[in-house]
């Protein structure tokens, strides 16, 4: 069964410095999406993305934040300069034109 | 704003009893429930998903929808400790393939 995939699984990154956290939605899906979950919250929605643009952001989703689709089949969460509340799961999902988001295995983001 | 709420429980149940997860939601107009379990550390996965009101069966779970009431349930039969998990009540409310808002979930306890 096709999976949304999401590399890496852990990162650790110092404060102030960038992540690019990756995600390869499934390859015949549409929409796609960012969430995040700090240990013991809700998840939470930061961004959905459909025709190469963004739908719809959060609040959480600053000037910090940025997503990209570079090709055809990667799709891109970056956050500029890390602060330590950006520490949290983050989920990549994707759905196609009618059915339900599936959700990858996530990112565990540590901030230091 | 959007709301979804949830009994964080735990909820512990039999092994073999009928388990009873609840949500209710804050806007009328909501059109597409969705239920994710999540083991600990690990990501949502979709569990059933349901437009209509009425029940939506699929092998041991039920899905059961009542927009008046603005209230969705999932039933889980003849439970196993295999479903000892937290589960996700996650709402669509504009169904345009939009953001989930997701319950807070009710922690599942199945004892042997």
């Known amino acids: 069964e096709p999976e949304v995939t999401q590399t890496p699984s852990h990162q650790v990154t110092q404060m102030g410095q960038e992540v690019i956290l990756r995600c390869v939605p499934i390859?015949?899906?549409?929409?796609f999406y960012w969430y995040r979950q700090i240990l013991g919250q809700k998840v939470e929605f930061l961004v959905s993305f459909y025709n190469n643009e963004i739908s719809e952001k959060s609040e959480i989703f600053d000037d910090q934040f940025s997503v990209e689709r570079p090709d055809g089949s990667n799709f891109t969460l970056k956050i500029r300069s890390t602060k330590l509340e950006d520490s949290a799961m983050y989920f990549c999902?994707?759905?196609?034109?009618?059915?339900?988001?599936?959700f990858g295995d996530g990112t565990r983001l540590s901030i230091l | 704003q959007k709301e979804v709420e949830q009994n964080s429980g735990p909820l512990s149940v039999p092994e073999g009893a009928i388990a009873s997860l609840n949500c209710t939601y804050s806007?009328?107009?909501?059109?597409?429930f969705f239920w994710y379990r999540q083991y600990s550390g690990k990501s949502p996965e979709l569990i059933m998903f349901i437009y209509s009101n009425g029940d939506k069966e699929d092998g041991r779970f039920t899905a059961q929808l009542n927009k008046a009431s603005q209230y969705v349930s999932l039933l889980i039969r003849d439970s196993q400790p295999s479903d000892s998990a937290t589960y996700l009540c996650a709402v669509d409310f504009y169904n345009q393939g939009g953001k989930l808002i997701f319950g807070q979930g009710t922690e599942l306890s199945v004892k042997p």
């Open positions: 999902a994707s759905r196609d034109r009618q059915g339900p988001q599936h």
């Open positions: 806007d009328r107009g909501s059109q597409s």
């Open positions: 390859s015949n899906h549409l929409y």
